[in-house]
C-alpha cells in the first residue's frame, strides 16, 4: 500500500485525505498548526491519522506521494528535504484531478478568479448542466471526488500557488483574465516568476482545449509569445476586435463564438470596465459548449454578485459603507477606486505582499477626501500617500476605523473599505475582515 502524507488539514487538505483514502492509500495528515475543530471531526470520522502543531520529518519522508496545502511555501527546510529525498510533490487540484474524468473550466488571474468561476457556474446551471464547484470557492475538488457527487463538469478557481505543483492537470477550457503584481513575496519579488505561474494553466492542454485570456493585457501577450501552447487561442478585448472571441462595440458585448450574441452592457448584472473581462469569458465559456444564446444572455444580466466584492453594505447619514474585502492585492483596489463616483474614505491595510501603491495615487488624488489605515504596520500606506490626501488616520481594529471614516464622511459620501492587503495581521480571512466592516458600518 502506497504512503500518502498530506501537509495541511484545512479543506483541501482534508479532502485529498478522504480521496487518498478512499483511493487505497494509507494516509496520514501533518499540519504546523492547530488543527480546526472542524476539520478534526472530518479527520476522526474518517479514520485517518493526523498530528497537529508539529512535522514528524521521519514519518514524512516515508511518503510515496505528498499533497501540500498551497500555502506552504516551497522554501522552508521540510518542502526540500522531501523533494532532496525524490518525494513527489502535488497539489490538492493536481490530485484530485486525477481522479476525475469530465471536463474542467479552470479560471485564474490576478483579479476577477471568483467571481468568474461564480459567473461561468451560473451560465452553466442555467443551461441544466450538473455543476461542481471547486478550487478557492466552494468544496476542494478532491473532497467532492471522493463524495462522487454527480457533475457534467468543474469549474475551479486556481491560483499561482495551485498551478506551481501541476503535473497533469489539464483543463478543457482555461480562463486566463490578467496578469498584474501579487504574491510577489512568494516568488523572490520577481514579477516574471509570478506570470510563469500563471501561464501554467495551459501547459497541459490539447489541440482540443481553449484558452480564453484577455488580449488587452501584455503580459499575457509577452508570455503566451514565449510559451507556445497547443490550445486553441480565444481572445476577449475592450479594444480589439479583428480575431477575438468577444469584444466591446458601441457599449454592447459581442460574443462571436460558433454564432454571435450581442446584448447591450447597460443590461449586464455585473458593471465596471474589469467586469467586462468576467462577463465576455464566461459567455465564451458557455459558447465553446454550445449552450443556447438566450441562456447565456439571461445568465449575465441575471447573476447576483458575491459577498465582499464591492458589496454595498448600507446607508448611514447619507453615507454609503462598501465592503470590498476581497480586494488583497493593489490592481484589485485599482478597479474599486475607478468605480467610485462618490468622494470617498478609504479603509486600507492589512498584511503587505510586496505591493506598489504607485499606481493608486491619481485615483486617490482624485476620489480620495481621507484615508483610514487598518493594519499592524501602515508604514508603507504612509510613505505612498502622505502628502496626496490631507487627512491620513491609523488604526488596528475594524471598529475603530469604521468609527474613524464614520466621522470622517459628509453626506454623499462613501466608505470604501478595498484593503489592497491580506488579512490575516488582525483577521482570520478576508472573510471575517468584510463581515468585521459590515457588522460595524450597520451598528452605527
Known amino acids: 500500500m502506497q504512503k500518502l502524507v498530506v501537509l495541511g488539514a484545512g479543506e483541501s487538505g482534508c479532502g485529498a485525505a478522504i480521496l487518498g483514502k478512499k483511493k487505497g492509500f494509507e494516509v496520514f495528515v501533518s499540519d504546523k498548526g492547530a488543527i480546526s475543530k472542524k476539520s478534526k471531526d472530518v479527520l476522526l470520522h474518517n479514520n485517518i491519522p ?20 498551497p500555502g506552504i511555501p516551497d522554501t522552508i527546510p521540510l518542502i526540500q528535504a522531501i523533494e532532496k529525498n525524490g518525494i513527489p510533490i502535488i497539489d490538492e487540484l493536481e490530485f484530485g484531478s486525477r481522479y476525475y474524468d469530465k471536463p474542467i ?22 443551461a441544466g ?9 466552494g468544496e476542494s475538488l478532491a473532497k467532492q471526488v471522493a463524495n462522487e ?25 482555461a480562463i486566463l483574465l490578467n496578469i498584474t503584481p501579487d504574491h510577489l513575496d512568494r516568488y523572490n519579488d520577481d514579477f516574471e516568476l509570478y506570470a510563469a505561474s500563471k501561464l501554467r494553466i495551459t501547459r497541459n492542454q490539447t489541440e482540443g482545449d481553449y484558452l480564453i485570456y484577455n488580449i488587452d493585457d501584455p503580459t499575457i501577450c509577452r508570455h503566451l509569445e514565449k510559451n507556445k ?68 444572455r439571461e445568465s449575465l444580466n441575471d447573476f447576483q454578485n458575491i459577498e465582499h466584492r464591492l458589496e454595498t453594505v448600507t446607508q448611514v447619514c ?81 471598529y475603530d476605523a469604521v468609527g474613524a471614516a464614520y466621522r470622517l464622511a459628509q453626506k454623499g459620501d462613501a ?30
Not at 129 to 137: C, L, P, R
Not at 155 to 168: C, G, H, K, N, Y
Not at 377 to 389: E, I, Q, R, T, Y
Not at 419 to 443: H, I, M, T, V
Request: proline letters at 2%; hydrophobic letters at 40%; charged letters at 25%.
Open 105 to 126: 473550466v479552470a479560471v485564474t488571474g490576478s483579479n476577477g478568479k471568483t467571481t468568474t468561476t461564480l459567473l461561468a457556474s451560473h451560465v452553466f446551471k442555467k
Open 129 to 137: 448542466k450538473q455543476v461542481m464547484v471547486a478550487g478557492n470557492v
Open 318 to 398: 447619507g453615507v454609503r459603507y462598501i465592503n470590498d474585502s476581497k480586494a488583497t492585492n493593489v490592481n484589485s483596489t485599482w478597479y474599486a477606486l475607478e468605480q467610485m463616483e462618490e468622494k470617498t474614505v478609504w479603509i486600507v491595510g492589512g498584511v503587505d505582499k510586496g505591493n506598489d501603491y504607485n499606481s493608486l495615487v491619481p485615483l486617490v488624488k482624485d476620489k480620495v477626501k481621507a484615508i483610514v489605515c487598518l493594519g499592524l504596520d501602515n508604514s508603507k500606506l504612509h510613505a505612498a500617500f502622505d502628502g496626496v490626501v490631507d487627512h491620513i488616520y491609523d488604526t488596528d481594529s475594524m
Open 229 to 296: 501552447t497547443k490550445a486553441q487561442l480565444i481572445p476577449i478585448s475592450l479594444e480589439k476586435r479583428e480575431g477575438t472571441g468577444a469584444w466591446i462595440d458601441n457599449k454592447n458585448l459581442i460574443i462571436n463564438i460558433k454564432t454571435g450574441i450581442e446584448m447591450s452592457i447597460q443590461k449586464l448584472a455585473l458593471q465596471g470596465k474589469h467586469n467586462l473581462y468576467n462577463s465576455m469569458a464566461a459567455g465564451v465559456a458557455g459558447r465553446i459548449l454550445e449552450l443556447r444564446k438566450e441562456i447565456i
Open 50 to 69: 493526523f498530528e497537529e502543531k508539529t512535522h514528524s520529518e521521519q514519518q514524512i519522508l516515508a511518503a510515496d506521494l505528498v499533497v501540500k496545502s
Open 415 to 444: 466608505v470604501l473599505l478595498s484593503p489592497a492587503c491580506a488579512s490575516f495581521d488582525l483577521f482570520e480571512n478576508y472573510e471575517d475582515r468584510g463581515r468585521q466592516f459590515k457588522e460595524a458600518a450597520r451598528g452605527l
Open 149 to 173: 457527487v454527480e457533475s457534467d463538469l468543474a469549474v475551479i478557481e486556481i491560483s499561482s500557488f495551485q498551478l506551481d505543483r501541476i503535473q497533469d492537470f489539464r483543463p478543457h477550457i
